[in-house]
């Protein structure tokens, strides 16, 4: 999958920004864990699909300008979803699966000065979406992109002075302005996840 325009753009952005303000620290970490997508779709009375929990993995880097609350985050996610198609909906048994590829610039607050430190986050960012449906009746692959929002929690604990372990519990939600519009509904696309990740950063500067 080609990294979309909107990643080099933010990672540009965010350099950019990093220079300007000095910042006073800088940290980078990964994540990988699972999560419950598609809940709408998933839940709607004319639900064609069950969804399979999904697979997420994740990296960030954070710059926390000096004197400040807030971090700036820069966030990538991968998360990958199996669906099948229901029985009673359908006259055919389909199956397929729905990779999606997130680049987020969010505001973070943690106070790492402690052992044990509970933080939030939260920003918006582009999702690039890769549906692609296996089935031989109606097999196709199809690629969007959709403005999407997010925001969690983040539970840490310190392992030395650079390193610590992270529970992050989150909510992510692709394309909000058209949840609320149904003429614009479609498979997959519009709709809301709960994930929940462990993790691991590191402090390099």
């Given at each position: 999958?080609?990294?979309?325009?909107?990643?080099?753009?933010?990672?540009?952005?965010?350099?950019?920004?990093?220079?300007?303000?000095?910042?006073?620290?800088?940290?980078?970490?990964?994540?990988?864990?699972?999560?419950?997508?598609?809940?709408?779709?998933?839940?709607?009375?004319?639900?064609?699909?069950?969804?399979?929990?999904?697979?997420?993995?994740?990296?960030?880097?954070k710059f926390t300008p000096k004197d400040c609350?807030?971090?700036?985050?820069?966030?990538?996610?991968?998360?990958?979803t199996l669906y099948t198609t229901k029985k009673?909906?359908?006259?055919?048994?389909?199956?397929?699966?729905?990779?999606?590829?997130?680049?987020?610039?969010?505001?973070?607050?943690?106070?790492?000065?402690?052992?044990?430190?509970?933080?939030?986050?939260?920003g918006m960012g582009m999702t690039r979406e890769?549906?692609?449906?296996?089935?031989?009746?109606?097999?196709?692959?199809?690629?969007?992109?959709?403005?999407?929002?997010?925001?969690?929690?983040?539970?840490?604990?310190?392992?030395?002075?650079?390193?610590?372990?992270?529970?992050?519990?989150?909510?992510?939600?692709?394309?909000?302005?058209?949840?609320?519009?149904?003429?614009?509904?479609?498979?997959?696309?519009?709709?809301?996840?709960?994930?929940?990740?462990?993790?691991?950063?590191?402090?390099?500067?």
């Amino acid at each position: 999958m080609k990294l979309p325009i909107q990643l080099l753009t933010l990672f540009c952005a965010l350099f950019a920004m990093a220079g300007i303000v000095h910042s006073q620290s800088l940290s980078m970490g990964f994540e990988a864990g699972t999560g419950i997508s598609y809940i709408g779709e998933a839940t709607a009375e004319s639900a064609v699909h069950d969804f399979n929990p999904s697979m997420v993995v994740g990296t960030h880097i954070k710059f926390t300008p000096k004197d400040c609350y807030f971090g700036v985050r820069l966030n990538l996610m991968n998360v990958s979803t199996l669906y099948t198609t229901k029985k009673e909906a359908t006259w055919y048994s389909g199956r397929g699966q729905i990779n999606t590829l997130t680049t987020s610039l969010m505001l973070e607050h943690l106070n790492t000065g402690k052992k044990f430190s509970i933080g939030y986050y939260f920003g918006m960012g582009m999702t690039r979406e890769n549906y692609i449906n296996e089935d031989w009746y109606e097999g196709k692959r199809g690629v969007s992109n959709y403005m999407s929002v997010s925001g969690g929690g983040l539970i840490t604990y310190g392992l030395g002075d650079k390193s610590r372990l992270m529970l992050t519990p989150s909510f992510f939600w692709t394309d909000p302005l058209n949840t609320f519009r149904e003429a614009h509904w479609v498979q997959a696309g519009e709709d809301i996840a709960f994930i929940f990740q462990l993790g691991y950063s590191y402090k390099l500067q």
